[in-house]
T-cell receptor, first 111, second 114 residues
């Protein structure tokens, strides 16, 4: 969707390296959700952000929402092969709980 | 934690037949559920919002007579692909969350129409 852009589209990193995935909306975000998906499988909920400037962390993954609530980043510290997968950001831009999704970032982590 | 269950995981059907996909919220009541479709190597596209006790709300371009949605209880929504054709082959996935928030997704259903 043109309303939500995610970058990069793919990422190949060596194990142990840090990485960042970005999600930018053309509209104000009422909620921003990060999910991880393995191809052909369901989505695993990672984090949800709603407030400007909010930051949440779980294990080695940190997600942030900027003050203007139009851009979010997902940062993985010391990546591991288990982090490999497709990362999707989903945005609620109409305050209706309906999500539009970014194009996804395919992450590969090699030893 | 909250869990959304989807069934079947995969289905193969002949062209012209109908297929029903179930989405259940296992430990919470879901007045609203969402149905998405995902093409290979593409992102999720919202198809419709399923509302318990009332008609579903379809996104622009989604044929409501083709994709029938029934949300008869607070824990179950069904998507029926009617008169399926090969172009309907796709990955269908539902989501639901406590209080209507779209937090949790099912494991998806891979539909192949031959």
């Amino acid at each position: 969707s043109q309303e939500l852009e995610q970058s990069p589209q793919s990422l190949i990193v060596q194990e142990g390296k840090n990485l960042t995935i970005n999600c930018t909306s053309s509209k104000t975000l009422y909620g921003l959700y990060w999910y991880k998906q393995k191809y052909g499988e369901g989505l695993i909920f990672l984090m949800m952000l709603q407030k400007g400037g909010e930051e949440k962390s779980h294990e080695k993954i940190t997600a942030k929402l900027d003050e203007k609530k139009q851009q979010s980043s997902l940062h993985i510290t010391a990546s591991q092969p288990s982090h490999a997968g497709i990362y999707l950001c989903g945005a609620d831009t109409y305050n209706t709980d309906k999500l539009i999704f970014g194009t996804g970032t395919r992450l590969q982590v090699f030893p | 934690g909250a869990v959304v269950s989807q069934h079947p995981s995969w289905v193969i059907c002949k062209s012209g037949t109908s297929v029903k996909i179930e989405c259940r919220s296992l430990d919470f009541q879901a007045t609203t559920m969402f149905w998405y479709r995902q093409f290979p190597k593409q992102s999720l596209m919202l198809m419709a919002t399923s509302n318990e006790g009332s008609k579903a709300t379809y996104e622009q371009g989604v044929e409501k007579d083709k994709f029938l949605i029934n949300h008869a209880s607070l824990t179950l929504s069904t998507l029926t692909v009617t008169s399926a054709h090969p172009e309907d082959s796709s990955f269908y996935i539902c989501s639901a969350g406590p209080g209507g928030s779209p937090l949790h997704f099912g494991n998806g259903t891979r539909l192949t129409v031959t």
